[in-house]
């Protein structure tokens, strides 16, 4: 509850913190879809590339029936972060590309093409 209220309130990095250390004492606590997606996405945004990139593997682990925006997300990160290519092609081949709107898939290859390229 208490990372939701961070989550919430905007403070990514301090949601992050306080996480890590309610796993120390319960290894097996999850956040709920929304609060994970939300923290992930924060933390992204403030280009703390480790922590998003972590997160968003969970949300794929967890969710992996939904996980495609999360996906897209994910590979983003690699790219703009870390500038792997690899990894991050890695993360798309499991986007079931017929199944995003027309935006969305224009994103996708967007980023396919740019993963390539940083190979």
């Known amino acids: ?3 939701a ?3 919430e309130a905007g403070e990514f990095e301090t ?3 306080e996480l890590y250390n309610v796993r120390l004492r319960d290894s097996e606590a ?5 609060t994970l997606k939300a923290l992930a996405t924060g933390l992204a945004r403030q280009q703390q590339w480790g922590s998003a990139s972590e997160l968003m593997q ?4 967890t969710y992996p029936d939904i996980a495609d925006p999360m ?3 994910l590979a983003s990160v690699f790219i703009k972060g870390f500038e792997n290519g690899n990894s991050a092609l890695s993360v798309l081949k499991h986007v079931d590309q017929e199944l995003l709107p027309e935006d969305v898939r224009t994103t996708f290859r967007k980023l396919v093409k740019t993963a390539r390229e940083l190979r």
């Open 1 to 3: 509850a208490q990372v």
């Open 5 to 7: 209220q961070f989550v």
């Open 15 to 17: 949601a992050f913190d």
């Open 30 to 34: 999850r956040l709920d879809d929304p």
């Open 58 to 61: 969970e949300y794929i682990d």
């Open 71 to 73: 996906r897209l997300r």
